[in-house]
């Protein structure tokens, strides 16, 4: 059975950091390109960060210089550490891990809530 776990979100002030943790088992996450998903009630889910299995990475544009994914092959772990934390940072983060092979092979934690307030 695959699972994916998000962990590290949080209430934090504007400024400050978290590390969010995305675990995986199941799957071999190294050859996955897994990518955070934010989302706030209302509005689509959109891309935060991205790494393939070969570490190329891609941010959404509101957080470069601030993010920085990450994996931890040993692990099965793929971080997001986010520093300089805004208020519009808040919002429920999603893991994702997606393989294309023959078949697509797509798999969603469950969230980790995330908010940034004074």
């Known amino acids: 059975q695959v699972r994916l776990v998000e962990s590290g979100g949080g209430l934090v002030q504007p400024g400050e950091s978290l590390r969010l943790c995305c675990a995986a088992s199941g799957i071999i996450f190294s050859i996955y390109t897994v990518t955070w998903y934010r989302q706030v009630p209302g509005k689509q889910r959109e891309l935060v960060a991205s790494?393939?299995?070969?570490?190329?990475?891609e941010y959404l544009d509101s957080v470069k210089g601030r993010f920085t994914i990450s994996r931890d092959n040993a692990e099965n772990t793929v971080y997001l550490q986010m520093n300089s934390l805004k208020p519009e940072d808040t919002a429920v983060y999603y893991c994702?891990?997606?393989?294309?092979?023959?078949?697509?092979?797509?798999?969603w934690g469950q969230g980790t809530q995330v908010t940034v307030s004074s």
């Open positions: 994702n891990a997606v393989r294309k092979v023959v078949v697509v092979f797509d798999y």
């Open positions: 790494i393939t299995s070969g570490g190329s990475t």
